[in-house]
């Protein structure tokens, strides 16, 4: 399968644990994002890199939320001290530059307890 | 930032009827507007775009139209079968995505 795979397709955690999910985008996409999808909402963006470089965050992400994309390659993202409100569908997308299809990962759902 | 609307939320059609979406954004900068479909549990996918050099696009029974003055765009169904039962978002990009809220169709058979 050549399409976006992210991993751990389901998470439960107790509040206050931290998190990590992975995104493992095409191959040869530059631009690597991060979404967040609650229930009867559309993708919410969360951050987004081009290359290694990560060019913007949301001012709605706190500070216990970071992500990487060390290589270039993978994305990483991480949640520490997770709390209810945290629980939602992450979705990973990648892309070649701006302003094209991005195509979408399955999502890891985080249901936070 | 950007603020896109999109309206209705949900939506029921009978079959072999037409269904429009319509969407607003707010920053005339936003130059690209994809259409994404979403079917329960499943990953959203792209079913049209359309960049803002370009007025209308069409592919079968999918049409998207851009009115840039107005700051609005559409999505047009026509002959709505069961299987374009979905939720559907709209977007407007300028360097990310923004998203709409997400129409619920339904279509009767």
């Known amino acids: 399968d050549t399409g976006v795979s992210q991993d751990p397709r389901h998470k439960i955690t107790k509040r206050g644990q931290n998190v990590t999910f992975r995104c493992d985008p095409i191959?040869?996409?530059?631009?690597l994002y991060w979404y967040r999808q609650t229930l009867g909402q559309g993708p919410e963006f969360l951050t987004y890199f081009q290359n290694e470089a990560q060019l913007e965050k949301s001012r709605l992400l706190s500070d216990r939320f970071s992500a990487e994309r060390p290589k270039g390659s993978f994305s990483t993202l991480e949640i520490q001290r997770t709390e209810q409100g945290d629980s939602a569908m992450y979705l990973c997308?990648?892309?070649?530059?701006?302003?094209?299809?991005?195509?979408f990962g399955p999502g890891t759902r985080l249901t936070v307890l | 930032g950007e603020n896109v609307e999109q309206h209705p939320s949900t939506l029921s059609v009978q079959e072999g009827d037409s269904a429009v979406i319509k969407c607003t954004y707010s920053d005339s900068a936003s130059n690209y507007f994809p259409w994404y479909k979403q079917e329960l549990g499943k990953r959203p996918q792209l079913i049209i775009d359309i960049r803002s050099n370009v007025g209308e696009k069409k592919d079968q029974r999918i049409a998207v139209t851009l009115n840039k003055t107005a700051k609005h765009f559409s999505l047009h169904i026509t002959e709505t079968q069961p299987e374009d039962s979905a939720v559907y978002f709209c977007?407007?990009?300028?360097?990310?995505?923004?998203f709409g809220t997400g129409t619920s169709l339904t279509v009767i058979p």
């Open positions: 191959s040869e996409h530059n631009r």
């Open positions: 977007a407007a990009s300028i360097e990310q995505f923004y």
């Open positions: 997308a990648s892309s070649f530059d701006s302003n094209n299809e991005q195509f």
